[in-house]
Structure formats: structure tokens, C-alpha cells
């Protein structure tokens, strides 16, 4: 297991920023009133490809060799990983190959078709998708980018919380979602090397706890399929993440359904912006956790805005 | 008829920059690849109270006296004009009375009240209204700020097209929503000044095209309550908005209810923005006049943020 370093974190911001956005950092007097604390929203909704995650995945794909790079990138997610790293391969001319259940949303398949990324359909099961997976790599050569148990990936996503402190000045603390935690990882290393004293907090769906229950038990707990209306945050840890999380994260917050979309819909009111409801567990858990950041300068990762907008969670409620 | 000038913007800019925001300009790769011309969407939405109207409401508000301020200011609409004015007013610490019916929706007198306004209930009718507005006047002597069709108020819009061109350089046109027509006389004041080669199309819904059909006939003409999803551009114009309007639009162009909610989707899926009805618009007239934009520097004016959630438009078709 390769650890990325604070040097991976430099090259890799080097070689993004001429295919990302230096996304805006959104203030709101109401939700500082609010809160008590003084926020600041890092609008990675507002990135290319309408997420967080085409750092990690430009930084994987622009680090290739010219040979290797020629084979084209493989991911077997169907979230905006994929999209992200097919907008990269794009910018790159290279092939992008997303293995997906045939079953998925054809809007899940037309944002990636729209980005440039080439579809490769496999039952909705796990093995079908690791027996499809391996062949389109056995025929292709296409490198593997994991969405977020990669050092590239982890490297790449750091680049964001040190815009951040760049844009802000001094933090007190910065407050990520958390799923397979290449955000939240990619904020310790970035941190930890700039900014020690900034206290990292992991917000994550309550509904989806496995983050949480692994840092108090001090191992991975891997749950299977939770289910939660914060879709990019089902998936558990994994080694490289865990070794972030465990080494540098201060506290995880989880956060029910209900707190959830309310803070969506709170922030899509008062501040006009389109997120997703990964994006808004942050904000819950701070409304639920008031006294921790009262009085303090705090970053909330608004990690994308890729969104239904013709199913949105408040409607069904 | 008092016809505001150029050092009246200058005023105005001066006394209402430490209330409101220097809201930003956002770009898109995508729009521009879909129309074919470079946008620059200057986004009130995220203005103050949710709208370019703060502007000039607070243009109105710390412009008068002591003495008159004392008594408060007065207006009889429901929409983003009372919010600003209420915002404003609260600003300088007077009270804004807001006339408003009594079957008026819940939601809206939540916002007003929000703003710290204070309302005055009348029956829902034009008579009415106009009775129940010269009692509250008569009985505060507060000052009556009309939404549009006021010298103060359209100096104080005007102050948004400034801050725009300052922001991207050269523009050849710019594309705002009319309605009574504030925002377009306040760019038309601002750009015959500073850059009276930049052309100014204004935005209509076709289902309340007053505007356009004065524009075409010479002479204001009035409609009764037209029905439109763009509720913000259902007022007519009046002496002092038709003075600019006549002389110096471009254009005004129409959009259907579909074109304008089409345009309004794509513009919060794409560029993750929340924005209203009305200021869908502009993008919808540009996308059916291709022609007139391509391979030009345009300035597309977001109105307004505020928005009912819970009952988007695109839900009801």
C-alpha cells in the first residue's frame, strides 16, 4: 500500500488546475446566524464535471504515461467518478471505460455517454460487474482509477481543502462528508502538512454509519447496501482511507434522512445554489452539533451538484 | 416626470455598495456551446434578499432625509421589491410597511415578515388595495417606493450593469427580463453613459408581452393580469421605464411558458444555479435568436433567487 505523500498533493496540483475550476467559497450571513459559527462553503458543485471527484480523476489520468494513457481509464462506478474521470480521459483524447448495470437510470447512462465515457453494460450483480470489469480491462489495458482507494485519487481530491485555506485564510476546522472517504483523506494529508492545527470532522448519513462505527471500533466496518437518500455515500472504507481516517480525522457526526434534506433544502432557499444531499449532511451535523463549532471558522465541502432535478427528496416527504 | 441621470447612478453606487453584495459572474463551457455566443451570467440571485431589487430599494432608503426616513417607507407589492425594501429598511433601522391581500400565499408574508416587514392586509382587489394603501400612508407618512417606476429605483438597478461590465471588460450586448421594466431602464441608463455601443435586448414572457407589443406600437400598452410562469414580469410599463425602453432598447424579444421553464432547468441542472421563472428568460429568447448572439460577448442578467421548493415548475408538466 502506497501512502501519498504532501509532495504527491504539489504535482498533483500542478497538473489539474488547467482542466478544474478554482471553485468559488460561498458566505451567508442567515446560516452564520444560524449556526453560530462563521462558514465558509468551498462550492465544489460549481466544478467541472459538477464534482469534487474530477480532481482525483484528472490527476490520475494526466499522470499516465503516454503508453499507458493510449490503453484509455476504467472505473466500475456509476456516480460522478465517472463522470469525472470521463470528462479527464476527454481532455486527454483517451478512451474511458464504465462498466454499469444494465439496469441503471438511463439518465445515469446518458451523463456519462454525455461526458465522452464508454458504457459497458453488466448485470446488476457483483460478480457479473467483476467478470464484465476484468474482461473490458483484459481487452482494453485500460488502467484501473479506483474512485477513491487511490493514491492518485486521494492526492488529486487534497488539492481541495488547500484552495480552500488558500482562499479563506485560517481555519479552525473543516467538515467533508464521508463515504469511501477520499475526500475526507485527501483533507487530513493536505492538512496535516499545512494546516495541523485545523480539526477535520467527517459528517456522514446516520442511515450509513459505517464510517463512524469503524473509527470507534478502530477497524473497517463494511456495510452491505445501506440505504440513504445520500447516494455517494453508501460505499465503506478501505485501507488507504482508513489509514487517514483513523490517523487524522477529530470526531465523525452522522446525521438522520429528515436532518438531511432539510439542510439541503435550507441551503438550496437561502443560499441559491444546486447540491446534492451527500453535500448537505455537513451542514446537519454542524445544526446538530452547535456548541462544537460555535465561535469558530469552519470549511464545509460542498462536495457536488449533481442532482435529479426531477425527483428531489423533499417531494416525496 | 423627473428622468434619472448618470450622476444619479454614481450616487446611488456610492450609497448602496456597503448593503449590498458585489455578486459574481459565472461562466459556462457548456451554454456557450449551446448558443454559440460567450455569456456572462451576473447573478443576482444571489444578491441580498435574493434579487437585483435590494439595489435599488436601498438606493431609495438611505437616500432620504433623517426627517423623512423617520416615517418609515411603503409599498404595495408582494414580490422581491418588498423583501428588498424590507431588507433595506431594516438596514437603517425604519420601518417598511407592505400592503399586501389577505389571501395572499402564506409563504410570501413569511418572507416579508422574515425581511422584517410589516404588513397591512387588504382584500384582493385593486380597490381595495388602493384604499387600504392611502390609509396606511396617511396614518405613517411613510414613504412610498414604487417598484419601478421611480427615478430612485431604477438609478439604483442601474448600479448592476455597471458592476457587470466592470467585472468582464467589454460586452456587446446585454439581455435582462422586463416586466414593468426597472432592471432594463437601469441598464439602458447605465450603458448610453459607459458603453452606448453594447446593445440591450430585453426578455418577455410571450404570455404577458405587453412590453413587446408597446415596444412595436410606440406607445405603452397595459395588460390585465397576465398569466405566466415568470410571475415576477406580469406589471406593465410605466412613464418612466417606457422614457428608456423607447429609447433605448434593441430589442425585446419573446419566449413561450415551456421555452422559459426549458431554460430554467437546463440552467440549474448545468450550471447549478437556484434561480426563478423570470430569469430563465434571457437564456430562453438567445437560444431562439441564435443569430443575433453568435460569436458575441453577452451579458445575461439573473434577476432573482426566490423560488417556491416545493412547487418548481417543470413538477406540473
Known amino acids: 500500500m502506497y501512502i501519498p505523500t504532501f509532495d504527491d498533493v504539489k504535482v498533483a496540483r500542478e497538473r489539474v488546475t488547467p482542466y478544474i475550476h478554482k471553485t468559488p467559497v460561498l458566505t451567508s450571513t442567515f446560516m452564520n446566524k444560524l449556526t453560530g459559527a462563521e462558514l465558509f462553503f468551498k462550492c465544489e458543485n460549481f466544478q467541472k464535471a459538477g464534482a469534487f471527484k474530477v480532481r482525483g480523476a484528472s490527476n490520475a489520468v494526466f499522470g499516465l504515461s503516454d503508453e499507458m494513457a493510449a490503453k484509455g481509464v476504467a472505473t466500475h462506478s456509476s456516480g460522478n467518478h465517472a463522470l469525472s474521470l470521463s470528462y479527464a480521459a476527454g481532455r486527454r483524447g483517451i478512451p474511458c471505460h464504465v462498466v454499469m448495470p444494465r439496469t ?22 457483483t460478480s ?12 482494453t489495458g485500460a488502467d484501473f ?23 479563506v485564510g485560517d481555519l479552525d476546522a473543516i467538515v467533508a462528508p464521508i463515504g469511501g472517504g477520499g475526500m475526507i483523506s485527501g483533507t487530513c494529508l493536505a492538512m496535516s502538512n499545512v494546516a495541523p492545527e485545523v480539526s477535520i470532522y467527517a459528517a456522514e448519513p446516520l442511515n450509513a454509519d459505517d464510517a463512524a462505527r469503524s473509527f470507534r471500533a478502530g477497524h473497517i466496518i463494511a456495510d452491505d447496501a445501506p440505504e440513504t437518500v445520500a447516494d455517494g455515500l453508501k460505499v465503506p ?3 488507504l ?11 465523525i457526526f452522522t446525521a438522520t434522512e429528515e436532518e438531511i434534506i ?11 445554489i444546486v447540491m446534492e444531499p451527500s453535500s448537505a449532511v455537513p451542514l446537519a451535523t454542524i445544526l446538530k452539533n452547535k456548541d462544537v463549532f460555535a465561535g469558530k471558522r469552519v470549511g464545509v465541502i460542498v462536495t457536488g451538484g449533481n442532482v435529479d432535478l426531477d425527483s428531489l427528496p423533499w417531494m416525496d416527504k
Open 104 to 125: 441503471a437510470p438511463q439518465a445515469k447512462k446518458d451523463a456519462v455517454i454525455g461526458y465522452g465515457g464508454i458504457i459497458t453494460e453488466c448485470e446488476p450483480s
Open 128 to 139: 457479473s460487474r467483476e467478470a464484465v470489469f476484468a474482461e473490458v480491462q483484459a481487452a
Open 145 to 167: 482509477v479506483h474512485p477513491y482507494n487511490d493514491p492518485r485519487v486521494i492526492a488529486g481530491q487534497a488539492t481541495c481543502s488547500l484552495e480552500l485555506l488558500e482562499q
Open 237 to 239: 472504507l478501505k485501507d
Open 241 to 251: 482511507t482508513w489509514h487517514f481516517v483513523s490517523n487524522h480525522v477529530t470526531d
Open 262 to 272: 432539510d439542510a439541503m433544502k435550507l441551503i438550496w432557499k437561502r443560499m441559491k
